[in-house]
Structures are given as structure tokens and as C-alpha cells.
């Protein structure tokens, strides 16, 4: 299958609109969003898994009924916090079988990356576009996408999301602009915090915390963490967030695992009536 090089937010977001596209008659538009997105983490998460798939595949293989608890085995063989043990990939679910080889596939994720599948209700999507005879279309076009880390980078898949999230409430009214802070007041926001004591992040050895209480998909925190790079980096930066929208907080997990942080920093429900982690402290 020929890839297609999208190295740039807006044509990645273009391509996706255009598969997009086949889901007119069968969907209503405010269902876009759950049908596209996880698509595109799925293809991100299998680009990301790529180069240490065979190696997880050839260790699972071997070990899988020694009793042993793969949790702690095979992120070490895939480089991440997370792994896949299935032999598909989106471009060989085969267009007879797709939906149970698509099911296997998610199935065979680590839990870390099973519960952001579960947060977007992706069984029922599954099924939706085998009811509508669209899976295998949907899953082909997405596995031509070139989402490579080396090809599309972590700035650019975020951008992509937000991009994609602005365009899809846009067309049903809702508002966009509660989905992105503007990275000039994310910069200034972040030196006006850090201004008393940036000094101490050119201390080797410095370990700190930083913490979103509406975090979105990272956005802020992401940002806020380069310009802490800038000011000093032998620091390292632990981030920990909240977020609402279940969606939302699934595409954060993604980021959170991609990026190798540990995803269970990032909580989801509402920090106003259950903030779960009242009990930390963040500097």
C-alpha cells in the first residue's frame, strides 16, 4: 500500500477530512469526532509500536504461558510504556473479516491503551461501520497515513487533534475556543509561575511537577514544558492533569504513553466536585 506523507497539521487534517468524506448518509456529522479520532490515535499507536513489533511478537510467543505478568516484560521490549501482541496491523485486517481482526487487534493492546479505546465507545463504533459496510474503507484509508514520529511529530499530531476537534464543533455551533489555550499565553502564564526561582532548573539532578487541572490534550502542559526546557534543561518535569471530556482525556492518555510518561497522572472526571488528586501538591 502506497503511504501518504502528511508532515504538516493542516494536511494531515485535510487527508482525514477527505476519508471523512465516506461517512455521509450513514452518520450524523456530530458523530465524525468518535469516528475519526480514534482511528488516527489507532494508526499514531501502531506507527509508534512499528519498530519493535516483531521483537514484542517473537517475546510474547515465548513467554505467554509461563505465568509471567507481560506488564512488566514487554514494554521493555517495545522501548515504551505500552505494546501490542496481535499480529495485525489497520492494513492487514483483510476486508472479509475486519471486524473480529479489528476487535483482536484492540484487544491485544496493553490495558494502558485498551481503557483510551474504552473511553471512546470504540466497540460501537466498530460495529456501527460494519453495520454500515464501511470498516474496511475507514481502516484502509487510515492505514495508508505516514504518522511516523520521524514523519509527523508530537507538535503536529497535537495540533492536528486540536485542529480537527475546532473544525468538527464548528460545524454543529458548539464552541472551539474551549479547546486550546494560545501558546503566547501558555509562554506567559508559565514565566510568570517559574519567575521567582527559574534559577533552579539549571540544578542537575532537579526533579519537578507540573500540573493542569483542565489539561485538554495537553496542549498547555506541553507547551509549558519547552519553555521550562529552554530555561534549564537538566531539569526533569513530571506532568499530572485532570480533564473532563472523556474523549478529551482519552487523546491525553495517548499523549501522555507516546511520550513516556506515565499515563496514570493524567485522571479524568471534573477537579471541581471530584478532583482526585487533592492529595498531591505540584510546584
Known sequence: MDTVKTNDSSTLSSFIWKAANALWGDFKHTDFSRIIIPLLLLRRLECVLEPTKEAVLKEYAKEKDAGLDLDLILPHISGLAFYNTSKYSLETLGGTNTRANLEHYISHFS???RVIFE?????????ELHKAGLLYRMTSQFAAIDL???VVSDRVMSNTYEQLIRDFAASINEKAGEFMTPKDVVHLATMLVLTPDEAIFNERGVIKTIYDPACGLLGFITD????IDRLGPKAKIVPYGQELDPKT???ALTAMLINGYDSNNIKHGSTLSNDQLREHKFH
Open 111 to 113: 490495558s494502558n491503551v
Open 119 to 127: 473511553e471512546f465507545g470504540f466497540e460501537n463504533t466498530i460495529h
Open 148 to 150: 511516523h514520529p520521524e
Open 224 to 227: 509549558a514544558m519547552k519553555v
Open 249 to 251: 482525556h482519552a487523546m
